[in-house]
């Protein structure tokens, strides 16, 4: 079944994606973000969903609804404010999880 | 370590021996399966930091083409450009299995395959930046498709490797010792029984000869 690609976030960070084919879903305040992905990830009509960093570090709840599942892959990327670094944080909690401390991203 | 709550006999005891028989081998396979996604997860976890490395660049490097755009145009103008696009993405979502974790692969398919489409506006009133920053969006797209693919799998992997690590300690540091112990208590305890009805036979034998015959086994 063929899925789409939604990206949530604020406004500046994410307009540039509707342009190459991505839905996009802009929010200004953690509510909205929470309430958006929670609907966008049942739904069940995306199979990627992008969070900019920031709506990522904030909905750390919802996220964890689709861990186990094979789609929505909840993926950060940097916005236009900031980078701080949630993307590379995330794969090194994926290697301290799988190995017991990290061993890659240590350094 | 503590022995199981379990009646002595010899019925429980060729039970238990198969039940370890079966612990041994299950936690040999699950050793295995954990090895080998472990080497796979190291593997796909060394890709998957260097494509987001390169993504996080380069998305700022795009993020700066619009700050840029949006410098020399009216906020209404870029929103109005970019307001109907013409392009859309569709994801055929595959799965495949490793190791017992499933995990996804996708393939995009575009809804027009005019390379033009990722513009949705007419070049007359909009900055070159703009055409950039859309542009950079564009060729970066399989890349984060891939992302999103490989980073889920590491998700996934991770889970099932913690899982099965879980398991294999368990068995290793708790059920086989466990089943050891109570199989070797079993077989002391049968032993001694034995022993003991084999004393008391031997002393019945003595007593019984005495009555018989006047006869008794020391002299």
Do not use: W
């Amino acid at each position: 079944m063929a899925k789409n690609i939604a990206v949530i976030g604020d406004n500046e960070s994410i307009k540039g994606f509707s342009a190459v084919g991505l839905d996009i879903y802009p929010c200004d305040t953690p509510e909205e973000a929470s309430g958006l992905l929670r609907r966008l990830g049942d739904s069940d009509n995306y199979a990627v969903i992008f969070l900019t960093e920031e709506v990522f570090d904030l909905t750390e709840k919802e996220r964890s609804r689709y861990e186990e599942r094979l789609t929505p892959a909840i993926i950060p990327i940097p916005g236009v404010k900031c980078n701080s670094g949630a993307g590379i944080k995330r794969l090194s909690s994926f290697v301290e999880k799988a190995v017991g401390s990290d061993i890659i991203f240590n350094d | 370590m503590a022995i199981m709550n379990v009646n002595p006999t010899r019925m429980m005891l060729s039970k238990l021996k198969k039940q370890l028989v079966t612990a041994v081998r299950g936690h040999k396979m699950l050793k295995d399966k954990r090895d080998e996604l472990m080497r796979q997860f190291l593997e796909l976890i060394k890709e998957t930091r260097e494509l987001r490395e390169k993504i996080e660049k380069e998305l700022s490097a795009s993020n700066d083409h619009f700050v840029n755009a949006s410098a020399v145009m009216s906020k209404q103008a870029l929103d109005a450009s970019l307001m109907s696009p013409k392009q859309q993405i569709m994801l055929e979502v595959d799965s495949h299995n490793v190791m017992s974790v499933e995990i996804p692969k996708f393939s995009s398919v575009a809804r027009t395959n005019d390379k033009g489409d990722i513009f949705p506006y007419g070049f007359a009133f909009t900055s070159f930046e703009l055409d950039d920053a859309v542009m950079s969006l564009e060729k970066l797209l399989p890349d984060m498709i891939r992302l999103a693919e490989i980073e889920k799998s590491c998700e996934l992997m991770s889970a099932e490797i913690e899982k099965t690590r879980r398991r294999v300690n368990s068995l290793e540091h708790v059920m086989i010792p466990r089943y050891q112990e109570t199989i070797k208590y079993i077989a002391m305890k049968l032993e001694e029984n034995d022993r003991s009805s084999r004393t008391r036979l031997m002393k019945v034998k003595d007593m019984l000869l005495d009555k018989a015959h006047n006869y008794s086994a020391n002299n």
